[in-house]
């Protein structure tokens, strides 16, 4: 588990050191940071000198995990890839793809793809993603929160934001 990450500017070579503890209370993130999520916020993150975003996140073991010089965003949601992925696919993307698989297989459907100008973060909660859901009742497919899903998770906020599909 990490317990810190160092911010390191490229421009200024200002740096500084972000602990986990912080970082988790500063963000309106209801799971612990980790390299599936980072991504969801590593934008806020800026140069404390020069206030510019061209810098190096290294963990507590010094791996770069973030070089914002060299980034590369996800095909699926474009989001910032931590490196040192060689997928297309953020980590998030890549497991939705799995379990999208897993439940073409079980519905016997094939999940369509997530509209472009849809893919991202959820338009009214911010913390989770759009994700593509199937509804028994009326049997089609809709837009949803990732963040839905915590509904069951005691104490835990989840958000409802649906879209119909058109």
Known sequence: MVKYFDIN???????KRLDINHL????????????K???????????AKCNKKNFVLTDDSGRIIFDME???????????????????????????????????KRLGKVFPDIPKNRKGACPKCKKGFVVMRYSEINKKFFL????YDNRYVKNSTY??????IS
């Open 9 to 15: 500017c490229n421009d200024c070579a200002n740096s």
């Open 24 to 35: 988790e209370n500063m963000l309106p993130m209801f799971a612990p940071i980790s390299l």
């Open 37 to 47: 999520n980072i991504n969801q916020f590593i934008y806020k993150f800026s140069c």
């Open 70 to 104: 060299s980034l590369s965003l996800c095909y699926s949601c474009e989001l910032p890839i931590p490196n040192p992925r060689k997928n297309k696919l953020c980590i998030t993307c890549v497991e939705e793809g799995e379990l999208i698989s897993s439940e073409n």
């Open 144 to 147: 949803g929160c990732s963040e």
């Open 159 to 164: 958000c409802k934001w649906t879209q119909e």
